[in-house]
């Protein structure tokens, strides 16, 4: 957005603040398991592991100092 269109760090940061709360980000969040972990595992081929999903989100733009991202 930045790059693109010029849009202010303001603009980005609320941007990025909505990948936790709407959409295919808020769904990965929601499959958390209550270790940390997302399928159980830090990684495998079935791209649903921990690993793909925090690349996943990280591709995604979740904010890193975001609640949500400190959870994860």
Do not use: F
């Not at 595992?41 to 979740?62: F, K, P």
């Amino acid at each position: 957005m930045r790059d693109i269109s010029g849009a202010s760090t303001d603009e980005v940061a609320a941007e990025r603040a909505r990948v936790a709360t709407e959409g295919l980000g808020n769904q990965l969040l929601k499959m958390q398991q209550p270790d940390g972990s997302w399928a159980g595992e830090a990684w495998n081929q079935d791209c649903n592991s921990t690993y793909h999903v925090l690349t996943l989100l990280r591709e995604m733009g979740l904010d890193p100092s975001s609640a949500e991202a400190q959870r994860a």
